[in-house]
C-alpha cells in the first residue's frame, strides 16, 4: 500500500471514528467521509464496512441510492445554483442556461482539468435572496445570469479550466 493510499484510508477511519453522534450507521459514515475530502473513493466504502460491521455491498447499496454523493475528486472550485421554486419563479432558469452555454455542459460536470463542477441544488436555504448560486460554499443572492456568468468566467480563468466533461455514474479513475 503506498503512502498515499495509507494517508487517505487514515483521514477515511478520522472523518468516520470523529463522528459526534452514538449511533454510527453506513450513511452517517458516508456522509463524514464525503465532508472530510469532498467525494467518497472505494477505499472508503471498504472502511465504511469495516468500521459499521456492514459488508461492502450493503454499503455501495446505500452510497449508490443517494445521488448526492460523488465518487470522483471534486474539481478546484464549485459552483451550484438553486432550482428550488423560489428560485426557479425569480430567475434560475436563465442563470442555469447562462452557466451551463459557458461550460458546455448540458447538465451536472465539471472541467475536465478539474476546475469547476457545476452542480444543481434542490435548496440552498436563502429563499429570500432567490435566485442564488453558491460559489465554494459563498451565496450570491438576487444572481442575475449575466452576473452569475461573470463569477464563473473569473473562476474559470483561476483554474486554468477549459475541457469539459459530464460527471459519470458511480465510477471513478484509477490510478495504474
Not at 13 to 32: E, F, G
Not at 81 to 100: D, E, N, Q, T, Y
Not at 112 to 121: E, L, Q
Request: with cysteine.
Amino acid at each position: 500500500m503506498t503512502n498515499q493510499v495509507q494517508d487517505l484510508r487514515d483521514t477515511i477511519r478520522k472523518a468516520i471514528t470523529s463522528q459526534r453522534s452514538k449511533i454510527v450507521t453506513p450513511l452517517s459514515s458516508l456522509l463524514a467521509v464525503e465532508d472530510a475530502i469532498g467525494y467518497v473513493p472505494r477505499e472508503a466504502v471498504e472502511e465504511v464496512a469495516k468500521l459499521t460491521e456492514s459488508t461492502v455491498n450493503d454499503v455501495w447499496g446505500v452510497a449508490s441510492f443517494y445521488t448526492n454523493f460523488r465518487f470522483t475528486p471534486p474539481a478546484e472550485h464549485t459552483v451550484e445554483v438553486c432550482w428550488g421554486p423560489s428560485c426557479h419563479v425569480l430567475g434560475a432558469p436563465s442563470v442555469l442556461k447562462a452557466i451551463l452555454g459557458h461550460l458546455k455542459l448540458t447538465t451536472e460536470g465539471e472541467a475536465a482539468d478539474g476546475g469547476i463542477t457545476f452542480k444543481y441544488n434542490t435548496c440552498l436555504g436563502a429563499c429570500a435572496q432567490a435566485p442564488v448560486m453558491s460559489i465554494d460554499h459563498h451565496l450570491v443572492g438576487r444572481v442575475k445570469a449575466e452576473e452569475a456568468l461573470k463569477w464563473v468566467r473569473r473562476l474559470h480563468e483561476e483554474s486554468g479550466a477549459g475541457a469539459v466533461r459530464h460527471i459519470g455514474s458511480h465510477g471513478r479513475d484509477e490510478d495504474a
